[in-house]
């Protein structure tokens, strides 16, 4: 009689356990099956010029270093080449003939550190990082932002190339004020990572549009516009025109939608989507603004979305480095 109550009372427990088991998610499911699936490390970052950075970005993350420390060696490269006409050394001037600088990075910790408006410094990313590891601080703007570089080392320099100050010059004949869609005046080096740890981190830095107003900020330097970071979930950032982008708050929405079980390409199809119906919806034409996300997840899957064609990203990984060219809405 005993050995049939314990038969019977074990029976019971194994019932129970299936049926616990039955009703776990499929998010819990999907992570036990691709858990040893992670594709790690790899980089992703915007435009063309990405494919450069992410070879420096590469040789931080192949040798097992952090995610932080690769985006910015990744995006600093655009950053110091004269030749890059929207970030950094070589941006294009606003209105009145001065580079200024934007710029954001993001860790695994979600801390964060930002600078706005800098002048005269070749590598805004580096003094966004000690903003977010020696102040209280989240931003710098401004002068204060080139007195604290300044304080921790950084020199200052004239950030005005030759050519840049040419087609200003050129510019100040007609002043007239009207971004193109696709133009390097409006582009940005974005930079999301996920190390062979699995931890996230990003970056992003720009010159902003050129012949902005002085004092101008677009998205590139304010967390969750042009850049998130949820170590937990995924990242994302952003390219383009920085006042879309704001609007929706896109990139902490790409992520939180990835939170929401969506993929990252699904993601970033929704943000735009967003985009393309606010534009719409204030009565402007979708032709002339654009706007990119790329995001990465936990699992090393990535993807991209931009409002019409033209936006290209790079993404580098042990299969190599290589640049795509993302899908778009407006056909």
């Known amino acids: 009689m005993a050995n049939r109550r314990n038969f019977i009372k074990t029976a019971a427990i194994g019932s129970v356990a299936i049926a616990l088991n039955s009703f776990k998610s499929k998010e819990e499911e999907e992570i036990i099956i691709t858990d040893k699936k992670v594709n790690k490390p790899i980089v992703l970052s915007t435009w063309n010029f990405g494919v450069q950075a992410n070879g420096a970005a590469w040789e931080v993350l192949k040798n097992n270093g952090r995610a932080l420390d690769a985006v910015e060696a990744g995006v600093k490269i655009p950053e110091g080449d004269p030749k890059e006409r929207s970030v950094g050394y070589g941006g294009r001037p606003d209105r009145d003939g001065k580079v200024t600088l934007d710029a954001c990075i993001m860790d695994e910790f979600s801390n964060i550190g930002s600078v706005a408006c800098l002048q005269h410094i070749k590598h805004p990313i580096s003094v966004a990082r000690l903003v977010m590891e020696k102040t209280p601080h989240v931003m710098l703007v401004g002068d204060g932002a080139l007195q604290f570089a300044l304080s921790q080392g950084f020199k200052k320099e004239n950030l005005l190339v030759e050519e840049s100050e040419k087609e200003w010059k050129e510019w ?160």
């Open 172 to 331: 100040l004949k007609t002043s007239q004020y009207k971004p193109i869609a696709n133009i390097e005046n409006h582009d940005t080096i974005g930079m999301i990572a996920l190390d062979a740890h699995g931890n996230l981190s990003g970056a992003c830095t720009t010159s902003g549009m050129a012949f902005k107003m002085h004092g101008r900020v677009g998205d590139s330097p304010i967390i969750g516009a042009g850049l998130y970071v949820d170590n937990e979930i995924g990242a994302a950032t952003a390219t383009g025109h920085g006042e879309e982008v704001i609007r929706i708050a896109g990139c902490h929405l790409v992520v939180e939608l990835m939170r929401q079980g969506k993929s990252p390409q699904k993601a970033c199809e929704e943000a735009v989507s967003r985009i393309v119906k606010l534009t719409k919806n204030r009565g402007k034409e979708l032709k002339d603004i654009q706007v990119g996300f790329i995001a990465l997840n936990k699992k090393g899957e990535y993807g991209a979305y931009c409002v019409q064609g033209g936006f290209n990203y790079a993404v580098n990984d042990n299969s190599g480095n290589k640049l795509v060219d993302a899908a778009y809405f407006l056909k």
